[in-house]
């Protein structure tokens, strides 16, 4: 009923004058859009099908990529104090750049397609998976340690069948906060003179509705 409320509000409001339809399409208008879309390539070219799988591509590679090398840094980081006391100065000095701020850069070195959005998607994704990684590791039961050093475990055979899978709940949840980034910085990822996506068909739609 709330939303149902909401939405009548909404087409209300644009029907009657009080918001100008220039600045606030109707809902029924964004519907009937929406279906227009899934099957017309008008303006952009595309339709909202192959936008979505053209925006997935890039999306889930720079998401991949950044399990791929986040968790094992950062569980690395947590459980090995020499290699948390190398790699830490970097890492703390990369961590506080937002990833739209690589757009420049990342053009000169990978100039313009797939790999560049897909290094955007990659850096914010990669910095949760390693702090999360890392705080997971670093959270393991002392007890369970002094069980396995008990039994005659190595530090390695420690790290591998006791540290990660205790780190795995908190572990989990960056690559969580990680997806959620990597759709939030898709868009941005996408104005790297792309041709193709989501973000490419929202740019397309702003100018033609401007114009």
Excluded: H
Aim: aromatic share 12%; proline share 6%.
């Amino acid at each position: 009923a709330g939303l149902l409320c909401f939405f009548l509000v909404w087409q209300l409001s644009v029907q009657t004058g009080l918001v100008s339809g220039r600045y606030l399409a109707k809902p029924t208008e964004i519907v009937s859009l929406f279906f227009y879309k899934l099957t017309n390539g008008s303006p952009d070219g595309a339709t909202i099908p192959s936008s979505l799988l053209a925006s997935l591509q890039v999306s889930l590679t720079g998401f991949l990529l950044a399990i791929v090398t986040g968790v094992p840094v950062g569980l690395l980081m947590g459980w090995y104090t020499g290699f948390n006391k190398f790699i830490t100065p970097l890492f703390e000095i990369l961590r506080p750049i937002p990833p739209i701020s690589w757009i420049p850069l990342t053009i000169l070195w990978l100039g313009i397609g797939i790999r560049a959005k897909a290094f955007i998607i990659f850096f914010s994704a990669f910095i949760p998976c390693v702090i999360n990684s890392s705080t997971g590791i670093k959270q393991t039961s002392q007890t369970l340690i002094n069980v396995a050093k008990t039994c005659g475990a190595s530090n390695f055979e420690i790290f591998i069948k006791v540290g990660i899978p205790s780190s795995l709940p908190i572990m989990f949840a960056g690559i969580r906060v990680a997806l959620g980034n990597a759709w939030a910085t898709l868009v941005a990822a996408e104005m790297l003179a792309a041709n193709s996506g989501l973000g490419y068909m929202i740019l397309m739609g702003r100018q033609v509705a401007g114009a």
